[in-house]
């Protein structure tokens, strides 16, 4: 397990010990879905006078499995959770695609703009274009993640999940993802003379360390055996890649920054006093743009590349999760009587 979540089990170490506020902790199950886009290129010619790109596309389909704790106090609530597939997961159809840009192809790089407030709900850039060389295969996937929110609530909300109220909270938290793709069974097309098209086994793998900070708010209302929690939270991230292409023996790696939003809608169902179950879903969206430098390379081009200061790209995420799980809350009374039952039995 990486280093940087030594922090986050610390954490949820420290709550299950506390004893001066309310503890709720329980496992959950995640299934993702979406997409994972990593773009280059340029829509007007380099020195080389070539208009193109590159795109590698990775679907995010895999199973999570965690763990979360919850530490309540008056109208405050921090919570935590512990994230992993647990070993590499098959994730769907790769794809890297090397392309050219012609006259009528578009280069959308903005996909949040705050000045004019616009929002383009797309995870690729570039449209319009015409592959010369076009590689498909399957993924594998490996991710683990760590969590961190903070709430404070208003009106009658409160962050005992059992008791009944409503109303608006703030939160504020952030994420940290490490995932790895394999992208390998890969059948090429390049189009050269003669064109080539047949397998080439393993074609790339892809790490990511991925850094998300939130700032937002939402409105929980309970009642009753149920209750219902919504939340919207803008964000702002720093991800950084290693992509490494096997047949060519050449790494790049990059460092984006970029924006995006992540959303919830939480329906739960309290089976007694200790016990809840629920049903969650979410929605993330982050857009980044950044740049990327070579290393290594078996061609005088990739080599070349290496003298370069650096190209840019874009690393853009479009997924989805729906999550299930149950909560228990800890109750330190019933513990702290029955101790003091004992007690005065052994006294006697």
């Known amino acids: 397990m990486p280093k940087k979540f030594h922090f986050a089990i610390l954490f949820l170490l420290l709550s299950v010990s506390s004893v001066s506020a309310e503890i709720i902790w329980g496992p959950t199950l995640e299934k993702s879905g979406g997409e994972y886009i990593f773009e ?3 829509k007007y010619p380099n020195l080389s006078g070539i208009r193109g790109g590159s795109r590698i596309s990775f679907p995010r389909e895999f199973t999570l499995f965690g763990i979360q704790g919850i530490v309540t106090k008056d109208r405050w609530e921090i919570s935590g959770a512990l ?8 994730s769907g159809q790769a794809r890297d695609e090397d392309f050219f840009l012609g006259s009528v ?9 705050t000045r004019e407030w616009s929002y383009r709900d797309s995870a690729t850039v570039y449209a319009g274009s015409r592959n ?5 295969g399957k993924s594998t996937v490996s991710e683990n993640k760590a969590e961190f929110f903070g ?9 005992n999940y059992w008791a009944d109220g409503s109303g608006f909270f703030l939160s504020a938290g952030a994420r940290y993802s490490y995932f790895k793709y394999y992208f390998y069974d890969v059948n090429q097309f390049i189009e050269s003379n003669p064109v080539f098209y047949g397998p080439i086994g393993l074609g790339l793998s892809f790490s990511n360390d991925l850094w998300e900070f939130f700032g937002g708010g939402g409105y929980r209302h309970s009642q009753g055996d149920f209750y219902l929690d919504i939340s919207l939270m803008p964000s702002f ?6 992509d490494f292409h096997v047949q060519r023996s050449i790494n790049f790696f990059s460092e984006n920054y970029g924006l995006g939003w992540t959303s919830k809608v939480e329906v739960g169902y309290k089976m007694n006093n200790h016990w809840l179950s629920y049903l ?14 070579s290393q290594g390379g078996l061609t005088s081009e990739d080599i070349a590349s290496n003298l370069v200061s650096g190209f840019k790209s874009h690393i853009n995420i479009k997924d989805y999760s729906i999550e299930i799980g149950v909560l228990n809350k800890l109750d330190w009374n019933q ?6 039952k004992d007690y005065q039995k052994t006294d006697n």
């Open 40 to 42: 280059t290129g340029n």
């Open 83 to 90: 994230k992993t597939t647990g070993w590499y997961q098959k």
């Open 105 to 113: 192809s578009t280069e959308n790089t903005t996909n949040i703009a």
């Open 132 to 136: 010369f060389a076009d590689g498909k």
């Open 151 to 159: 709430r404070y609530y208003f009106q009658s909300a409160n962050p």
């Open 237 to 242: 991230g720093r991800i950084k890649t290693r």
């Open 280 to 293: 969650r879903i979410n929605h993330r969206r982050f857009f980044s743009e950044g740049r990327f430098t």
């Open 335 to 340: 513990k702290l009587d029955t101790n003091e």
